[in-house]
T-cell receptor
Framework: GDSVTQMEGPVTLSEEAFLTINCTYT??????LFWYVQYPGEGLQLLLK?????DKGSNKGFEATYRKETTSFHLEKGSVQVSDSAVYFC????????????FGKGTTLSVSS | GAGVSQSPSNKVTEKGKDVELRCDPI?????LYWYRQRLGQGLEFLIY????????KSGLPSDRFSAERTGESVSTLTIQRTQQEDSAVYLC?????????????FGSGTRLTVV
C-alpha cells in the first residue's frame, strides 16, 4: 500500500542554519504531496503542497519539489528561525474518491537562538 | 464556521466508560476525516466520510470504535468501553472534495486520557 517515510528526528539547528527534512513515498498512482506543520499546542496546518511531478510548493520561506524519479518531496528552508520550531509531517493523497491523506511519522525541529 | 471545531478539547475518562467526541467541519466541506495521534507518533487514519456515508472504515482499530455523520455536517466518534491504549489526541479534518487535492483543514483535536 501507499506509504510515506520521513527522516527520524529530532532535528536541532541554530538560528539561520539551512534545513532539510527528507521525505520519500511509495504510491501506486500519481499522488499529490503535502507538508503539514504542527506548532506547539496547535493543530496541524497545511504548509505547502505539490500536485504533479516537478511542481515546487513554497510558503513562509519553505520549499519542496515533487521528484517523481526519486519519489521524494524533501522540505528545505535556507535560514530557519526559532519560530519554525515545530513538528513537520509529510503526506500524500492519491486524489481519487475514497482515499485519505497518508502521513509520515513526523519530524520534530528545534531551533535555538 | 470559520474553521474545524472539535469538542471537548480535553477529556479524562475512567477505563471502561464510553466517550463521544464531536467534530464540526467547515461549512460546505463534503469530506470529513478522523485521525488518531498517539504521543510521539504520526497520524493514524481512522475513518473517512463523504457526505453522510463512510466509504472507508478500514482504520477503525476495533469494534469499540464507531462514527457517524449527520446532515453532511457534524460527526461524532464514539469509543465504547475505553481502554488505556485509547489515550491519544483525536483529530478531525475536513476538505472541499474527495482525495487530498485541496488539502485538509484540521481541528485542534480532543486529547483523550483514559485512567
Amino acid at each position: 500500500g501507499d506509504s510515506v517515510t520521513q527522516m527520524e528526528g529530532p532535528v536541532t539547528l541554530s538560528e539561520e542554519a539551512f534545513l532539510t527534512i527528507n521525505c520519500t513515498y511509495t504510491a501506486t498512482g500519481y499522488p499529490s504531496l503535502f507538508w503539514y506543520v504542527q506548532y506547539p499546542g496547535e493543530g496541524l496546518q497545511l504548509l505547502l503542497k505539490a500536485t504533479k511531478a516537478d511542481d515546487k510548493g513554497s510558503n513562509k520561506g519553505f520549499e519542496a519539489t515533487y521528484r517523481k524519479e526519486t519519489t521524494s518531496f524533501h522540505l528545505e528552508k535556507g535560514s530557519v528561525q526559532v519560530s519554525d520550531s515545530a513538528v513537520y509531517f509529510c503526506a500524500l493523497s492519491e486524489d481519487r474518491a475514497g482515499t485519505a491523506l497518508i502521513f509520515g511519522k513526523g519530524t520534530t525541529l528545534s531551533v535555538s537562538s | 464556521g470559520a474553521g474545524v471545531s472539535q469538542s471537548p478539547s480535553n477529556k479524562v475518562t475512567e477505563k471502561g466508560k464510553d466517550v463521544e467526541l464531536r467534530c464540526d467541519p467547515i461549512s460546505g466541506h463534503t469530506a470529513l476525516y478522523w485521525y488518531r495521534q498517539r504521543l510521539g507518533q504520526g497520524l493514524e487514519f481512522l475513518i473517512y466520510f463523504q457526505g453522510n456515508s463512510a466509504p472507508d472504515k478500514s482504520g477503525l482499530p476495533s469494534d469499540r470504535f464507531s462514527a457517524e455523520r449527520t446532515g453532511e455536517s457534524v460527526s461524532t466518534l464514539t469509543i465504547q468501553r475505553t481502554q488505556q491504549e485509547d489515550s491519544a489526541v483525536y483529530l478531525c479534518a475536513s476538505s472541499q472534495g474527495q482525495g487530498g487535492y485541496y488539502g485538509y483543514t484540521f481541528g485542534s483535536g480532543t486529547r483523550l486520557t483514559v485512567v
